[in-house]
């Protein structure tokens, strides 16, 4: 016998469920008074730098249907590649961008969409610059454990292929499932749960 | 805020083993929604190690009160009248203060307020469901609400729900995000539900489950029973972001 290292264990994981937005997003769902504004709502004002853009999709199940009761939360850099945190060493970030965004699947659609703009380049933790990213989080009933992803531009060819993470995919036939195709200021990202395109999650 | 330097290195690794699988198919939710593929396993990078911080600011004098922050008629919520408090703290047992605590719940007659419930329980006209709490230096946070009902749930032909809070919290980092869902002392029904019992170690169900905390309880007033949270540990930075090979 040793000595106890005397670490704790994370506590485990529980779905959030099918009625998530009463906690995350209470207004939308119908419960108004509460709290004046559903966090994560807006992630820019007027003086936010950088280039506006749509970041919008779907997440669909195993028989390609979208899901209508999820939750997406999304974190990413500012347009010089910094993170508006405590955490964040390297400088100040934006302080009129939040970098974070919360969405629920629309009810009927199961569409999300972020208003925000599209973050610098950031390094990896080898110094090498990744591509530019947005960093997902989902949850909903059925997900015992929250999803993380990663959503890279579709404009951002050169980038994307010298991308640290990218570049660690063994089949590179799945790469694209991270990369959103651009249309106008709007940027698709679908994401499949299973199947032949399932997307890829990060253990991470 | 606290005063403490921020910490910046790379969080533990997620014990896979530990928490619940994506497929678990008494669950039958879980069929279509688990990811089969292998996760792309690496460290954390820098989108990982920051993440989005919330203000004392934000947070109203009832946001932590759910028995009187929804007054419908201008009443209280009826039921059982608890405090559920306790500590967020990391895999190294150190608070972690300024953590965003999201809870949210069925009445006191197992019934939700949303659009998609269809449970024939009555709505609370004084109840919302929805509170929310940051943590203090010590980690520390509390709210008063009322327990929550079971409920059933369109699973198997007869399952229900043990009464339960879900959790949502945000540590300081974006890998720490976590929600749960906090089980009460003593119900039976924990161990028969297919949700809990997707945890592989009973230690782990053990961990959701709030005890009875009769220190804390306000005679004459209400219970308590005491739940503490653990998110991820982190690293100390001195070896971190090396180059690889190094």
Known sequence: MAQRLGYLKESP???A?????IGCTPNFCGIEGIFPVDLGASMVNDKTRGERITVTGRIF???DAPLRDALVEIWQADCNGLYNSPSETRGSADPNFTGWGRSPTDLESGVYAFETIKPGRVPFYDGRLQAPHITFWIVARGINIGLHTRMYFGDEAAANAEDPLLARVEHKVRVPTLIAPREGDTYTFDIRLQGENETIFLDI | MSNVVPETGGFFNRD????PPAYFPDYKTTILRSPRKALLSLNNTLGEMTGPVFGH????ELDNDLINNFPGD??????QRIIVHGRVLDERNRPVPGALVEVWQANASGRY?????GYQAPLDPNFGGCGRVITDDDGAY???TIKPGAYPWPNGVNDWRPAHIHFSIFGHGFAQRLITQMYFEGDPMIWNCPIVRSIPDDDGIRQLTAALDMESTVPMDCLAYKFDVVLRGRRSTPFENRLEGN
Do not use: C, M
Not at chain 1, 17 to 21: E, I, S
Not at chain 2, 74 to 79: D, K, L, P, T, V
Not at chain 2, 113 to 117: F, P, S, T, V
């Open chain 2, 74 to 79: 201008g009443g209280a919520a009826i039921g």
């Open chain 2, 57 to 60: 600011g934000i947070i109203g």
């Open chain 2, 142 to 144: 509390s709210f008063l």
């Open chain 2, 16 to 19: 896979r083993k530990w928490q």
């Open chain 1, 61 to 63: 199940d195993g028989f």
């Open chain 2, 113 to 117: 307020r949303h659009r998609n419930e």
């Open chain 1, 13 to 15: 994981s529980q779905t």
């Open chain 1, 17 to 21: 469920g099918p009625y998530v937005h």
